[in-house]
């Protein structure tokens, strides 16, 4: 098995360790340090259960000795698919203590997406839960199962089937915990979204992501009386560690963890509970503003809204504090790493037009042109950056790797503009990923599955701007001849494939030709360019 490293050039980590971002803190001493510091601080809120640091710290450390005595051994990867359950945190902890891997994937992610990660990243366990939204977990393990040979234990939070453990019978005395991990070692892998092909692991070192969780909860104002609600799904990183949960834990706050991210789930909630901060996707954000306009909710305790993922417009950031109340903080980050925050004292116009700065006086910041030459301060260009938690490396991808990593810095994919005060403006992306409502989504993925349609001829996604999600996936299809396929049996064959429903396209139009130029002739990307053209043109003629 090959095992998942981060490999730091050595001059670049001794530096970094010289400098204190890297501080030798690991993720099972950090919860154990909470525990023994404030053990009755409320660290979870869900539903009517308040679980504090250390009946947190126990339950994950018994579940970790459990998974051990079932026959894991340190080192080994397993596939974490939960929701915004404390079994979440019950597992991410417990696999820390225990010294194995978590790989985070998403509730929406299926059969083809789950069975890709658990092939990458050799899982022999997954954690997931019985049911969720109408959708059976254990039936897409059990076929997983099947399909991939190393799978060796399918735990389930909730009801197991016979063929399951259930997570709540993982259990065993602590004390056979072996010795924290190496500090420089791999704590989990983090998947990317992707702008070709499916997804790539990111391996995060506890050394690394901790430093960019002390640095965000500092930035962001975390405290012992912070309590910051997660809306978003808890194993995105953004969620997980800008601030997210992990930052909170980090701080010594607590955790509420929100079970819609609705405006009358939401919202009670934030009075209930005296959240302090929250973060969501500009669409949510949009969605609570005019809510808000509406319900006229007490939301006195919220101090900070932060806003990410995805592009924030300057006339809706320009809503947060009149109707909101409270602080906006725009959040431009990456599972590879780099986070830029617009800072709480920032002045409104900063908060509200750009994307933020760099945690660390060490990110290394290039904008380049299309050739490579820095461009002018302020000017667009692709931002490329390295730094003390950004990855230099996806686990095992060699032709990804040379395409995205040069000299230690990661190629972003996003065109950005920097300010003189270092503030990055976010302008669109080189790639050809859409991001719809901070969901990344590959065209390459979605117009492989277009492909395996019988009356499909060629087909070609693209992104085009959307008022709500930001940008929505729109797809062409050249038919094969004497084939008029429906665009509902399109979407209903999309539904067949096992993938995220976040990946079927909003939009689908037939076309009888990819014009004079071929595809062949000129690349993909070319078309995807010109046919997003045309449907911006018939908008525009029709607005
Ligand atoms: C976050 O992480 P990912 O890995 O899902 O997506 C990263 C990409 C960025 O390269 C950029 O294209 C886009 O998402 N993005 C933004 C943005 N924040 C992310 N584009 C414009 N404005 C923003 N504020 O999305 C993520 C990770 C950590 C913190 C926050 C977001």
Redesign the pocket.
Known sequence: MKPLSQIWPQDRAERYRALGYWQGETFPALLRARAAAHPDRTALVWRDQRISYLELNDQARRFGAGLLELGLTPGDRVLVQLGNTPDFFRAAFGLFAAGLIPVYALPAHRRLEIEHLLTRSEAVAMIIPDKADGFDYRQMADELAEAVPALAHIIVAGEAGPDHHAMIGIAADPASLTADPDPQSVAFSQI??GSTGLSKLIPRTHDDYIYSLRESARICGLGPRSVYMAVLPVA???TM??PGTFGAFYAGSTVVLCPSPVPDAAFPLIAKEGVTITSLVPPLALLWIDAAQKMQPDLSSLEVLQ??????LPESARRVRPVLGCTLQ???????GL?NYTRLDDIEEIIVTT?GRPISPDDEILVLDDDGKPVPEGMPGHLLTRGPYTISAYHDEPAANARSFEDGYYR???IVARQPSGHLI?QG?AGDHI?RA?E?ISAEEVEDHLLAHPAVFDAVVVSIPDAHLGERICAFIKPREGETPRALDIRKFMRTRQIAAFKIPDEIRLIDTFGTTAVGKISRRHLRQQLRAEVLADEAKTA
């Not at 725009?330 to 590879?336: C, I, L, P, R, T």
């Open positions: 990317s979204g995105h990183n953004f560690s800008s806003v990410g993922g995805a592009k924030f725009q959040v431009f980050g990456m599972a590879e986070v994307q972003t994919g996003d976010v992306r991001n901070g990344k």
